[in-house]
């Protein structure tokens, strides 16, 4: 008790030099008469004194800028010792409760916010950590380092994808541009030479450019996974082996590069997933895993693929992925793969054939005709492929079928094309006639 009454009697004191330094308008006193209580309170473990003092001194009329700055910084330091996390998060929520709508000290907030939806996380209450870290905007905090706001969006977007709220994940992934981490790091280094010393440094905890792009990417993995929009996984994987320390390392780049072989099979046949597999097959490291180049060579070649024999020289492949980074290709993927193969072959046949029997397609796709002609409509209805199927007699066409415009083209072409004809052949005979004429003179 004693111990108590002189802890009561030192904090009165203090706090009556900190009302004379504050009327008197002395920053520097209020500020270290304002962190003398709080460090009275922590050094007597009064963790629930200090919580009240904290508060008591915020309200304080007139109370200056910088002392509830040194306060709320100064006490962010005791997080950590606090004997249990009871009182960690009385702590916490008082210094949120005091940084609240205080632009001087949205930075610490951000940062408190962060601590306590990690511990709402440890807790396993997923969705209350998720809504917590979405009360902060930290994209309009000017004075927060880059990184170290883009290590809290990305915490926002994981906790996203951990509670499944896939929608307010892809809005939240907007706030960051791939093209920041393309930034020039060196040029960043520069910046307080200049006098800028407004932006502050981000913690030591906060990973460099680079780990946060590889953490960006792997966090659009999981949200593309999804919805198995394999072009965009692949796309993913793609920044992910670009990065210098995954591309130099083979260890590392293996994996990354058999994931975007799997992807670039998976995905839809497109412009952008024919360049992505044009510019895959002429990397040089992709002879690492030669099995994967036969692969893609096989998708890019014009020739009818036996689904059987391929699935019997990539089946043990497949299932070993599930061993490898990034886990399993997804649940559909064996599917899928099946799909894109039968989908190849019709391309190849719609290239050779410009009228072909239901019959015959079916005997090439190694499908039943029902079956074939199912894929044969899906890609049809998709704009993959223009064809036409006549059920009754079994035949498709594979011809495009011109409009009005295309056909007057056409007949002007080879009526300007006679027409040259019929003038070199008048050409030709006046020339003749002249040489025969010129001959019977002599």
């Not at 981490?181 to 913690?203: I, Y």
């Not at 056409?410 to 002249?434: F, G, P, R, Y």
């Amino acid at each position: 008790m004693e111990g108590g009454g002189n802890l009561e009697a030192q904090i009165e004191t203090l706090l009556n030099v900190e009302k004379q330094m504050r009327l008197n308008g002395d920053v520097a006193g209020t500020k270290k008469a304002a962190t003398d209580i709080l460090k009275l309170c922590f050094d007597a473990r009064a963790w629930k004194t200090l919580n009240d003092q904290i508060v008591l001194l915020s309200k304080r009329r007139g109370q200056l800028k910088q002392a509830v700055t040194a306060m709320v910084q100064q006490a962010m330091q005791y997080i950590d010792e606090t004997p249990d996390i009871e009182t960690k998060i009385e702590l916490i929520k008082t210094l949120n409760s005091v940084s609240a709508g205080k632009i001087y000290v949205e930075i610490e907030r951000a940062r408190l916010i962060k601590k306590l939806a990690k511990i709402k996380e440890e807790q396993g209450q997923i969705a209350e950590a998720a809504d917590l870290m979405q009360e902060v905007a930290v994209e309009t905090f000017g004075a927060m380092a880059k990184t170290e706001k883009i290590a809290f969006i990305l915490e926002q977007v994981r906790l996203c994808l951990d509670r499944q709220d896939y929608v307010r994940a892809q809005i939240l992934s907007r706030k960051i541009s791939p093209k920041v981490f393309e930034a020039d790091t060196s040029k960043e280094k520069k910046k307080p030479k200049e006098g800028d010393s407004v932006v502050e440094e981000a913690p030591a905890d906060i990973p460099s450019l680079l780990e946060l792009k590889r953490i960006y990417y792997e966090l659009m993995i999981r949200y593309y996974s999804h919805s198995n929009d394999y072009l965009e996984i692949c796309r993913c994987y793609k920044s992910i082996y670009e990065i210098p320390s995954v591309k130099e390392d083979p260890a590392q780049f293996i994996p990354v590069l058999r994931k975007i072989c799997w992807y670039l099979v998976l995905a839809p046949h497109d412009p952008m997933q024919s360049s992505l597999l044009n510019a895959t097959l002429e990397d040089k490291n992709l002879s690492e895993i030669p099995h994967f180049r036969l692969l893609l060579k096989q998708l890019i070649t014009m020739e009818v693929i036996q689904w059987n024999a391929l699935w019997n020289t990539f089946k043990d492949e497949f299932e070993n992925e599930k061993n490898m980074l990034g886990g399993t290709l997804g649940d559909k993927a064996a599917e899928d793969f099946r799909q894109r193969v039968i989908e190849h072959n019709i391309l190849v046949v719609s290239k050779y054939y410009s009228r072909i029997t239901l019959k015959r397609l079916a005997d090439l796709l190694c499908l039943s005709i029902q079956e074939a002609e199912k894929h044969l409509s899906d890609m049809v209805v998709s704009k993959a492929l223009v064809a036409k199927v006549d059920r009754p007699m079994g035949v498709v066409c594979f011809q495009t079928a011109k409009d009005s415009n295309e056909i007057l083209n056409s007949w002007a072409m080879n009526l300007e094309k006679l027409l040259d004809l019929v003038e070199k052949s008048c050409h030709q005979i006046h020339k003749e006639t002249m040489v025969h004429k010129a001959a019977l003179k002599v």
